[in-house]
């Protein structure tokens, strides 16, 4: 019963809706990137390791220069070139996507490791470099309990509002995005019409870079000031399960991240209760729920949502 | 013929490729490529021991090359072989720990049977979903190596917590133990090399001498007309996701069996993705994959010797980077290829 009772006290707790949106934040970038990119019909499992050139190129630029906006300005070059990358090889050249998604986040687990000592000299970790501040808006944070969880919050999280916002204009409200739907669902019958298939799909990637990037930039400059080895953590992977669960749309997508976003800080604020005793090591496979999480609502759900019918064909055109 | 040259020259100029923009990247660095491959070489083989740690790195690389060749002989990405070796070595560790009182002839063969049935479950999972929910193998295989990790961090700091210092399991018996093969200096060559090979032997006689084998591929090669022609497609990849998963397990059991006698926090280390390259670079061929697995090995031990001049060893992954990137295009290559001949 006291167990229970305080399983229950950690829904009224604000902390707990405020990390639920902290770890939502990282997650509604990267399934909005992966959105983006099979929305023109690229999958993208590069995401993961854009995501970590991010977090690195952040906080190296920050380091660099002191400027911490510009670090993210850099992290989201870096994530466009990444992008671009897997665009060329995947459009231009018809390879395997997965496997090119792969070999770039192989890419990006090789060049921040091997750069780390030269830039920093020292493996694994940076030191403190610089951290974007929590905002405060006035009027909200007196709000009881809505202030304890919005008041004083990373502006990452509103700006991932923000891009899903856009995102969804985008896609669903402009000419672009009719574009950017029709080449995914079939590329042949977009080209009959003068629809240019390769430059769509080729912005659907690079701009699925740009989102991927800043989820790598809040990692690290916009949470612990910090670049740490292999700190994106699966989180692109667990974006694209959320971007399925939210049936490729990105509202969907959003609702989806937010979902895990909970479950993450569930799961974090139950190791914490003093009421659940457990040993060190149990608190270990607490930390696997998102993983198992995802797993079944990834098998719940593929039968009902669809993706873009050319998602991971190449496409080649013939004349 | 002309298709075979074109099977190896794909993969062999995608490497020389790559360690081409691998030496840039270390002139970048101010360093010098050339001493760097040097001592690189030097390290993989430049003496007997350099040679029989090559051997000893590339044993496990062999098996989770053919893990993943084989996945893609059927058509399922296995991207979680990462995975399926640590749960294959962490349910071996769990068990072998108590078999003192067996022979070696039963001992051996019952450690790494446990180690493979817990590889091919692990795997299955993901065949199992995918077959009959439609989930995607590379969103639940990389889900279940996450899994993995914990799980084994709890085992090690739990149940088969021992003695003090870094988490590890007890030692397993001396008769789940592999014979070692060869000895220089500190260096052992355990028969998990023989294992390896054998498993290669296997996957050969497997794919081009049965008829399970045969619908394995008809299902990779074109999943509908496998269908058409009357054969299941999920049963097919329920199979081929445990084959490959029981040859990663058996990658994880024989480190544990040949090379370090316990688990130890983790055991994996990167070796279930350097079998998706490898895979890529010996084009999923049992007998290409062995000499990719010994390439990969290579520049693993040599890379150690390359660390002390400064270069990191991380350039090695980068390199696997650039490797997989043009093998996966390999159209790239083909084109280089075709204007080098155009020149000549």
């Known amino acids: 019963m006291i167990v229970l009772l305080a399983i229950l006290s950690v829904f009224i707790n604000p902390e707990f ?10 997650l509604m970038f990267a399934s909005l990137g992966g959105v983006f990119s099979e929305t023109t019909g690229v999958v993208n499992i590069a995401l993961e390791g854009i995501i970590l050139m991010g977090s690195f190129t952040s906080v190296v630029f920050t380091y660099l220069t002191g400027n911490v906006w510009f670090g993210v300005l850099m992290a989201v070059v870096s994530g466009i ?9 995947s459009i231009k050249w018809s390879g395997n996507q997965i496997v090119l998604g792969t070999a770039i986040t192989l890419l990006a687990q090789g060049l921040t490791g091997f750069l780390m000592e030269p830039i920093f000299g020292q493996p694994g970790q940076t030191d403190f470099v610089g951290k974007i501040d929590e905002i405060t808006i006035p009027g909200l944070v007196e709000i009881p309990f809505i202030g304890q969880v919005l008041g004083e919050i990373s502006p990452f999280v509103y700006i991932a509002f923000g891009c899903v916002a856009f995102g969804w204009w985008l896609i669903y409200k402009t000419k672009l995005g009719l574009r950017m739907r029709a080449v995914g669902e079939n590329p042949e019958a977009a080209d009959t019409l003068g629809i240019n298939v390769y430059a769509i799909r080729y912005f659907g990637v690079i701009m699925s870079g740009v989102f991927a990037s800043l989820a790598g930039a809040y990692l690290s400059v916009g949470e612990i000031g910090q670049f740490k080895e292999l700190m994106s953590g699966g989180r692109g992977f667990i974006g694209l399960a959320a971007m399925i669960v939210g049936n490729w749309n990105p509202v969907g997508a959003m609702l989806a991240s937010l979902f895990f976003g909970f479950f993450g800080a569930f799961s974090n604020q139950l190791q914490s209760l003093q009421e659940i005793q457990v040993a060190a090591n149990v608190k270990s496979l607490f930390d ?9 609502v990834v098998a719940g759900v593929v039968g009902r949502s669809r993706g873009p019918a050319a998602d991971g064909v190449p496409y080649e055109k013939h004349d | 013929m002309k298709k075979m040259f074109q099977s190896i020259a794909v993969p062999v100029i995608a490497v020389v490729i790559a360690l081409v923009i691998s030496a840039l990247v270390i002139l970048a660095i101010g360093k010098n490529p050339i001493e760097a491959y040097g001592s690189l070489i030097h390290g993989a083989f430049g003496n007997q021991q350099a040679i029989i740690d090559t051997l000893i790195k590339s044993t496990p690389l062999i098996l989770t090359g053919l893990a993943v060749g084989f996945g893609f002989r059927a058509g399922v990405f296995n991207i979680g072989a990462e995975g399926q070796m640590g749960i294959g070595a962490l349910a071996a560790a769990t068990f072998a720990s108590n078999f003192g009182g067996l022979p070696p002839a039963i001992a051996i063969p019952l450690t790494m049977l446990i180690g493979m049935v817990a590889g091919a479950g692990w795997a299955a999972i993901a065949g199992f979903l995918k077959a009959k929910t439609g989930a995607h193998e590379v969103v ?9 990790t914990y799980i084994a961090s709890f085992m090690v700091t739990g149940p088969l917590a021992t003695g003090y210092g870094s988490p590890k399991s007890p030692e397993i ?22 294992i390896a090979i054998l ?25 509908y007309a496998a269908e058409y022609g009357g054969i299941s497609v999920s049963k097919n990849v329920i199979l081929a996701m445990a084959i490959s998963g029981a040859l990663a397990g058996l990658a994880g059991v024989t480190e544990l069996m040949g090379v370090h006698h316990r688990f130890l926090g983790e055991l994996a280390g ?8 490898i895979a890529l670079i010996g084009q999923n061929n049992p007998i290409g994959i062995i000499f990719a697995a010994i390439l990969i090995g290579a520049l693993r031990t040599g890379s150690n010797e390359m660390q002390f001049m400064g270069v ?17 295009a390999d159209r790239i290559v083909r084109a280089i290829y075709a204007r080098k001949k155009v020149e000549a």
């Not at chain 2, 990167?270 to 390259?277: H, R």
């Not at chain 2, 990191?312 to 996966?328: D, E, G, H």
């Open chain 1, 17 to 26: 809706y405020k990390i639920a949106l902290t770890v939502a934040t990282p």
């Open chain 1, 81 to 89: 070139i990444l992008a671009l990358l897997h665009a060329w090889g």
């Open chain 1, 288 to 296: 696997t729920i998102p993983f198992i999480l995802t797993i079944v």
């Open chain 2, 140 to 148: 639940t295989t990389i889900m279940l190596n996450s899994i993995t």
């Open chain 2, 173 to 194: 018996s001396t008769s789940a133990q592999l014979p070692i093969l060869m000895r220089v200096g500190a260096m052992e060559l355990s028969s998990g090399i023989v």
């Open chain 2, 199 to 223: 498993a290669a032997v296997f996957m050969y006689v497997f794919l081009n001498k049965t008829t399970s084998g045969y619908e394995i591929k008809a299902v990779g090669f074109n999943p």
């Open chain 2, 270 to 277: 990167g070796k279930g993705f350097d079998g998706i390259s």
């Open chain 2, 312 to 328: 990191s060893k991380y350039i090695v992954m980068i390199t696997q980077a650039i490797v997989i990137f043009l093998v996966a």
